[in-house]
């Protein structure tokens, strides 16, 4: 025996896979009750007895055709991975629907174990399950388990590692099942096909699946009489695809007499509750008014409510930023270490978007609980009903979700999810429109904006910003599908809608850690990262050698100045030397920053007894007395911090515009001015094609403070509103060109990746710029010409944008077979 095993799970969508293989392998795999979560195969590993078990969570799936993407990783692995054992998890409460992917794994002729998850769910519809019959009836170990409580995971480890192989269920494809046996006897002489099961690769021969006769070119020298046998017999069957129709009925026929002798009913004829709540939240007109309303919910109670909590968190963030000057080599008097001044640009980077994380945790526990509940899968079915109607597909739903509809996604993973939509013409407009989501990058620049200009009616704002992306993701899907992807077929959208489940607080709650972990983790790695590039980017020339000169002249003078006020002043003694005296400003500054930081008089005395222990000779300088020459030596201090203050931040505006980042931004001007973005914003923009956060992450450091300050990056940019002329319509215009703005780097390689191709990936990033730059322009001309406020102009642009939609979307589009499969009725 083997020390090692190989374990499959496959079963179909939203069965509770993912679940079980949380539970069997203690890992925390994203779960939710929405179909198609899984995209690729995942692993893991436990072990039993002493012996590893390496787990593989299969996508979803309820065959192994080849006809999406999820089917076909599916089927690779089954063929070329050969686990030892596949354990099929099937919907106890939709035992029919689950079978015939059932049969499909008997016929591969690997040990099988049924999971029959969900009974719990079972019960609560007044499904009675006969076990022994099952098992008698698949030939196959049948383990009751309820994989989200942890019920029967031990029982089904004891079945997996006693799994044998065993005679399948029988399986007769009636007027096609002499062809069958007769493909089956050719396949089974092959000797390089030795090693598959004859009868499944003859089903799908028969079934006229295309990979089936790919694998034959590649196992046999000549596959053409094998290929040319199951060609006939299929002909002779009956025209078109009727012996696949005949392989699909039998297997459905099967299904429903194995339920019929397995399965009682106690609650016939009642209505199922998850079919009462959705003829309320389906209903025609109610459902938009719901959907809308849960959107409005969300941000209302993440962004709104959330950010009142980033006032907890700034002052422990601001803790950190004095300790790391602390640590860091001392300051200088006008030109700090390289070191330091590093160190505090990644201090300063990080904190701007880690203050977000009561936001995002906020957020993330939400969708969690949409997920869980089973009301995702519903809102893909109600936008359905509008997608079709601007040429996307039903399945393009997954794509935007993950992307961020509701905020708090990746385009990354949208890209990736797209694999899944089976017609060309919807999967290329969904890739190229999925970035227009609100990804949860994005929402550190928002929460920025709209804090400082829109405080008032951050919801309304939010609202807005959160619904015109999917606006604009239609539009431009719809100029797409009728122009250079007009020539593409389409494919009808069927989909499950699971049942109802309360969310569960620990499900919820390490949903939302998860997910906010993988964003601290981004900040602490990409963001960081970026921040270095973008430090020297904005050193580099540096300032010019006869401007340095100045700067120094005019420090001298400050410094001169200071010592003549303490010309005959007893605590001139302190500060004799300019070594001295640059301790003396750290020290103030240092004391500065910790006293804005501390709360009440009580920590403000304990701050007072800890300078004077560290620095007794400096305290007439710094803290407060009456005394008349502390007085005059504090006013001096005060008098040269404030002369240096001003000459650094001089002397940093000037390198970084001088910097070859500045130069960029500067060059970019004459066209990005009409939008009234200045070089700041225009570097800022530039740092976020590598990552979104790297926006706000580079404003915070543009936007910089001195030492002595440790002001949240609101009140910093608040300021520069009325120095640098910053409006709430400046404001309008920047978020929505975000919004627009093309994909970061990481999205733009999954473009090219899913498109294979070069030219697509180009036109991702050079179209919505073009339509990003012009809609900032517009709004921000025409509401100056009208002398519209920031709401104003976005509240006309909203609705603007909507009546444009309405007009696209009033004429009707080719039939088009929309279906949702309640959990309750699915055949």
């Excluded at 029988?170 to 089956?184: D, I, K, R, S, W």
């Excluded at 990058?441 to 405080?455: E, G, V």
């Excluded at 002329?725 to 970061?744: D, H, Q």
Aim: a neutral charge; hydrophobic letters at 45%.
């Amino acid at each position: 025996m083997s020390d090692r095993l190989v374990v499959a799970l496959a079963g179909q969508q939203n069965a509770g896979k993912s679940t079980l293989f949380n539970m069997l392998t203690g890992l925390s795999q994203h779960i939710a009750n929405y179909p198609g979560v899984t995209v690729d195969k995942k692993s893991g590993s436990y072990t039993h007895d002493g012996r590893r078990v390496e787990v593989v969570d299969l996508p979803g799936c309820y065959s192994l055709t080849v006809y999406s993407l999820e089917e076909r990783v599916a089927r690779r692995f089954l063929l070329e991975g050969r686990p030892d054992v596949i354990v099929n998890v099937l919907d106890a409460s939709n035992l029919r629907r689950g079978l015939p992917l059932t049969f499909q794994l008997l016929e591969m002729g690997c040990p099988v174990v049924v999971a029959l998850n969900m009974m719990d769910v079972a019960g609560q519809r007044g499904l009675q399950i006969d076990l022994p019959v099952l098992e008698k009836r698949l030939c196959v170990p049948v383990v009751p388990v309820v994989g989200r409580k942890g019920q029967g995971v031990e029982t089904l480890r004891i079945a997996i590692a006693g799994a044998r192989a065993s005679r399948p269920a029988t399986l007769n494809y009636g007027p096609l099942e002499e062809a069958v046996g007769e493909v089956q006897r050719a396949v089974a002489e092959q000797p390089a096909l030795r090693d598959m099961s004859a009868r499944w690769l003859a089903v799908k021969l028969l079934e006229d699946d295309s990979e089936a006769a790919k694998l034959l070119c590649d196992r046999l020298e000549n596959p053409r009489p094998l290929l040319d046998l199951a060609h006939r017999l299929r002909r002779g069957f009956g025209p078109g695809s009727e012996a696949a129709d005949q392989v699909g009925a039998a297997r459905d026929r099967l299904a429903g007499d194995i339920v019929t002798t397995c399965v009682a009913d106690t609650k016939a004829g009642q209505v199922p509750l998850s079919e009462r709540i959705d003829r309320f939240l389906l209903n025609r007109w109610l459902a938009p008014v719901f959907l809308v309303a849960t959107v409005w919910a969300i941000y209302q109670l993440s962004i709104v409510q959330g950010y009142e909590l980033t006032k907890v968190t700034w002052p422990v963030l601001a803790g950190f930023r004095n300790l790391a000057s602390e640590v860091l080599p001392d300051a200088g008097f006008l030109y700090d270490p390289q070191v330091r001044s590093l160190g505090l640009w990644m201090v300063d980077s990080a904190n701007t978007l880690l203050n977000y994380v009561p936001i995002f945790l906020i957020l993330f526990a939400l969708i969690a609980v949409l997920e869980d509940s089973g009301y995702m899968a519903r809102i893909a079915f109600i936008l359905d009903r509008i997608l079709n109607r601007f040429g996307l597909h039903g399945q393009s739903t997954l794509p935007f979700i993950l992307a961020g509809v509701f905020a708090g996604g990746c385009a990354v993973p949208g890209v990736m999810a797209t694999k899944g939509i089976p017609d060309h013409r919807a999967r290329m407009a969904t890739i190229l429109t999925v970035p227009f989501m609100n990804c949860m990058a994005k929402i550190p620049l928002y929460t920025l904006l709209i804090n400082i200009y829109f405080p008032e009616t951050k919801g309304l704002m939010l609202f807005y910003l959160s619904t015109i992306t999917v606006i604009a993701a239609l539009l431009v899907a719809k100029l797409l599908t009728v122009s250079v992807l007009r020539n593409e077929e389409t494919a009808p959208f069927v989909m499950e809608l699971p049942n109802y489940h309360l969310p569960t607080i620990t499900g919820v709650l390490r949903r939302a850690f998860d997910r906010t972990w993988l964003y601290i983790k981004k900040v602490g790695t990409v963001v960081v990262a970026i921040a270095v590039v973008i430090y020297v980017l904005l050193q580099f020339p540096g300032v010019p050698a006869e401007r340095q000169a100045d700067y120094r002249q005019q420090a001298e003078t400050a410094i001169a100045g200071f010592y003549d006020a303490l010309s005959g002043n007893p605590h001139l003694g302190a500060v004799a030397s300019q070594g001295d005296l640059v301790d003396l400003v750290n020290a103030y500054s240092a004391y500065r920053a910790q006293r804005l930081n501390a709360g009440g008089r009580a920590a403000a005395q304990a701050l007072d007894d800890r300078f004077a222990a560290r620095h007794p000779d400096f305290v007439p300088f710094v803290l407060r007395s009456r005394a008349p020459e502390a007085r005059a030596a504090a006013q001096a201090l005060r008098d040269l911090v404030n002369t240096r203050t001003t000459l650094r931040r001089e002397m940093r505006e000037d390198r970084i515009e001088s910097s070859l980042l500045g130069h960029v931004g500067r060059g970019l001007e004459p066209v990005t001015r009409f939008a009234d973005f200045d070089w700041k914003i225009n570097v800022a923009l530039l740092a976020s094609f590598a990552a979104r956060e790297s926006s706000v992450a580079t404003l915070g450091v543009l936007f910089d403070q001195d030492d002595g300050e440790n002001v949240p990056l609101e009140q910093r940019m608040g300021t520069a509103q009325n120095s640098q002329g910053y409006t709430a319509l400046s404001a309008v215009a920047l978020m929505l060109f975000f919004a627009l703005y093309p994909p970061c780097l990481a999205t733009v390689i999954m473009v090219r990746v899913q498109t294979e191709s070069y030219m697509w990936m180009v036109f991702s990033i050079v179209f919505p710029t073009i339509l990003g730059l012009g809609v900032a322009s517009l709004t921000f001309t025409v509401g100056t010409w009208l002398g519209l406020s920031g709401m104003q102009t976005m509240t006309g642009v909203y609705f603007g944008a909507l009546a444009l939609l309405l007009l696209v979307a009033l004429p009707k589009p080719r039939l088009h077979l929309s279906k949702a499969i309640p959990a309750e009725e699915r055949p």
